[in-house]
């Protein structure tokens, strides 16, 4: 039988191995030119004004979210089909985080439900662009401004992307990147948040770094000095130059990783939709898919076999698959803490019951992708209702 294909690879090129050889042979190997070099060429592919390069995604969150404001006793509307970073970041804040359902089309959080669940305490709203497919941004800024609630995207499968022509990047207060070992690019470790305002990437630069004022991290150059003010007391999120010379490399690549896995998602629609027994995800016709995730929904009543006994039989044809997500109102930290019933947000409930991800990365080879085309077919055919 021929090797476990994994659900998720890296796609690292020898030039990006060679560029961080670089690094670790140059003497300086923390945050330092190459990070500045990586903010200004994220800045520039985002079309954002401030990019900060941080050592997560849920780093971003944080720090966006603090230099919002964020006090303890807010709310914060948050879909409950992400992943525990979205939520957490909210509660280290003392804030609560208000899980709001998603629609079945696109995973993604509705206009109406962000509308319905603003209080007299929200100060902020986590779209996630599930899957790498933007939320109706339009709509959802402008039910926030009329609100005066503040923006922040959890982008973590959105890179690249664009919604209505406009990056995704350019659309809310503040935007965060992951750039994990399984996001569409990586190095290793790694986020940003992207802003146009100025005094919040001033505020997260410096919270980034112990919350030391001005350019703390050349403080060992010859720029430099040693004298240092702390004006807050900051965290340790900084990205290092061996990350950012690999994320250089995988920026430069980003379009062509994403024809890749654009073209393997074709694959999957033209071999998997006949079949005639999963939903898609919609995706409206006004924004790009970033194809971070290759989601498939089991109908109902289709097939003699639940989603974990396709995932099961999957496995044992040598196929890593996934699921996206858990949502966090099953989890007993927020079920318990916040007293959610499992139906109380019906929609993520159903379709995490059905759904789960197929491998979807540019190193996958033709054979791969028609491996795993195989595999689900044989599944489906003797499991046919
Ligand atoms: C991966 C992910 C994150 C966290 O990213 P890190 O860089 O690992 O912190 C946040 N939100 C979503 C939706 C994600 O998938």
């Known amino acids: 039988m021929k090797p476990f294909l994994p659900f998720a690879l890296p796609d690292i090129h020898e030039s990006e191995i060679t560029a961080v050889a670089d690094v670790l042979r140059?003497?300086?190997?923390?945050?330092?030119?190459?990070t500045r070099e990586f903010e200004a060429a994220f800045a520039s592919a985002v079309s954002a004004p401030h990019a900060v390069m941080l050592n997560s995604c849920t780093a971003a969150l944080h720090l966006a979210l603090e230099a919002l404001g964020l006090q303890a006793g807010d709310e914060v509307v948050v879909p409950?089909?992400?992943f525990a970073a979205t939520a957490e970041v909210v509660r280290y804040f003392g804030a609560t985080p208000v899980l709001v359902d998603v629609r079945a089309s696109d995973h993604n959080l509705s206009p109406e439900a962000f509308e319905r669940a603003i209080g007299p305490r929200t100060r902020a709203v986590l779209p996630v662009h599930f899957?790498?497919?933007p939320c109706d941004m339009d709509e959802i800024v402008s039910i926030a401004r009329a609100k005066g609630v503040h923006v922040v995207d959890d982008a973590a499968h959105a890179f690249p992307c664009s919604y209505r022509g406009r990056p995704v990047g350019t659309l809310a207060d503040i935007t965060c990147f992951s750039f994990y070992a399984t996001k569409t690019i990586t190095t290793g470790e790694g986020g940003a948040a992207v802003t146009a305002n100025e005094e919040w990437a001033a505020r997260m630069r410096i919270m980034a770094l112990h919350g030391i004022s001005r350019d703390?991290?050349?403080?060992?150059?010859?720029?430099g000095s040693w004298y240092y003010e702390i004006v807050a007391p900051g965290y340790k999120y900084?990205?290092?130059?061996?990350?950012?010379?690999?994320?250089?490399g995988q920026l430069a690549r980003a379009h062509e990783m994403l024809a890749r896995r654009r073209a393997i998602a074709g694959v999957y629609d033209r071999a998997l939709a006949p079949l005639g027994v999963f939903e898609t995800l919609v995706q409206p016709a006004d924004r790009g898919n970033a194809h971070h995730l290759y989601v498939l929904k089991l109908a109902p009543g289709a097939l003699r076999i639940d989603r974990a006994a396709f995932l099961?039989?999957?496995?044992?044809?040598?196929?890593?698959a996934s699921v996206h997500f858990i949502p966090l109102h099953?989890?007993?930290?927020?079920?318990?803490?916040?007293?959610?019933?499992?139906d109380a947000l019906p929609v993520a409930r159903d379709v995490y019951e059905r759904c789960f991800s197929l491998p979807l990365y540019s190193r996958m080879t033709d054979d791969d992708v028609a491996r795993v085309v195989e595999a689900v077919v044989d599944v489906v055919a003797r499991n046919r209702r």
Do not use: C
Request: no cysteine; glycine share 12%; hydrophobic share 40%.
């Open 312 to 320: 099961e039989e999957l496995k044992a044809l040598g196929i890593g």
């Open 238 to 248: 900084n990205l290092t130059d061996i990350a950012s010379a690999l994320g250089l």
């Open 216 to 223: 703390a991290w050349k403080r060992y150059t010859a720029e």
């Open 330 to 342: 099953l989890h007993p930290y927020y079920r318990d803490t916040f007293g959610y019933t499992p």
């Open 80 to 82: 409950t089909l992400t």
């Open 26 to 34: 140059s003497g300086w190997i923390t945050t330092g030119a190459r």
């Open 131 to 133: 899957a790498g497919v």
